[in-house]
């Protein structure tokens, strides 16, 4: 049975500080690229950071550049974003997702997502 299991999430007031914790289990984690999307009431899902399986390549929306950080513990099956100068406008619920086209396999598992609030 496939879960992902994010944690972390909470109220923070701006230029505060969260991390967020991602644990997967029912899958082989390291063949999977893993990615954070946010999503705020009204707006669709946005990609936020991914980390490939192959070479662990990262990327990162725009707006997130130089203030998080995705890595992934594969011995722990876990992803992590670090989200550091933390603004309103990153205030969303965060899910992780796990996705692969490797093995002959063409998955995609999503967590059931975090809160974030970033307020004064």
């Known amino acids: 049975q496939v879960q992902l299991v994010e944690s972390g999430g909470g109220l923070v007031q701006p230029g505060g500080s969260l991390r967020l914790s991602c644990a997967g289990s029912?899958?082989?984690?390291?063949?999977?690229?893993m990615s954070w999307y946010r999503q705020a009431p009204g707006e669709e899902r946005e990609l936020v950071a991914v980390?490939?399986?192959?070479?662990?390549?990262?990327s990162y929306t725009p707006a997130v550049k130089g203030r998080f950080t995705i890595s992934r513990d594969n011995a722990k099956s876990t992803v992590y974003l670090e989200m550091n100068s933390l603004k309103p406008e990153d205030t969303s619920i965060y899910y992780c997702?796990?996705?692969?086209?490797?093995?002959?396999?063409?998955?995609?598992?999503w967590g059931q997502g975090t809160q974030v609030t970033v307020s004064s």
């Open positions: 997702k796990a996705a692969t086209l490797l093995d002959g396999r063409n998955d995609t598992f």
């Open positions: 029912g899958f082989r984690f390291s063949r999977y690229a």
């Open positions: 980390n490939t399986a192959i070479g662990s390549s990262i």
